[in-house]
């Protein structure tokens, strides 16, 4: 269990927004992943399963797979006070097993400040072109679920692995 402290770190002694100064901090390897989930009426499940993932706008895990790394890439130009970083790897890995398409973001860097917000906007991104592919076939799709699984270097790691349910 994370505690957090009484004094967030992107708030100044005024508690107006600030963006947080690395750069005293020494770059280190970072990597974190998140994963998302994606959860389809039966129905649209068995069709996306016999159709191999197509759908009339094109391969739906192929297009998520792009626009995953695209997101992690933008997570600074998204996320306000989000360091911008160079990313040295992003992976997207898309399963459905069921009814369900989980989807895993991994991403590393060497850099002051971790990528936690890259992987979770990776993985975010993902879900929501799946759900933009598909909602012609439905609106029932749920996106639910997106979550830090492990981060790596700066102060602490974090592996929440044990805790999520395949």
Same mark, same amino acid.
């Given at each position: 269990m994370t505690t957090v402290s009484n004094k967030l770190s992107h708030?100044?002694?005024s508690d107006l927004p600030q963006m947080v100064d690395v750069g005293s901090?020494?770059?280190?390897?970072?990597?974190a992943q998140a994963q998302a989930r994606v959860t389809f009426p039966a129905d649209v499940a068995a069709q996306l399963h016999g159709a191999g993932y197509v759908t009339p706008?094109?391969?739906?895990? @192929?297009? &998520?797979?792009? /626009?995953?790394?695209?997101?992690?890439?933008?997570t600074s130009q998204l996320i306000p006070?989000?360091?911008p970083l160079v990313l040295d790897k992003c992976d997207i890995d898309i399963s459905m097993p069921g009814d369900?398409?989980?989807?895993?973001?991994?991403?590393?860097?060497?850099?002051r400040t971790g990528v936690e917000m890259e992987?979770? @906007?990776? &993985?975010?991104? /993902?879900?929501?072109?799946?759900?933009?592919?598909c909602?012609?076939?439905?609106h029932d799709i749920v996106i639910s679920e997106v979550r830090l699984l492990t981060k790596t270097g700066g102060k602490s790691d974090l592996d929440y692995t044990a805790q999520v349910q395949a």
């Open positions: 708030l100044d002694d901090k020494a770059a280190t390897r970072r990597t706008k094109g391969g739906v895990f @192929t297009v &998520a797979h792009i /626009a995953g790394v695209m997101g992690a890439k933008a006070l989000c360091h369900t398409a989980l989807i895993t973001c991994t991403v590393s860097c060497q850099g992987a979770l @906007t990776g &993985a975010s991104v /993902a879900a929501l072109t799946i759900y933009d592919m909602k012609a076939m439905s």
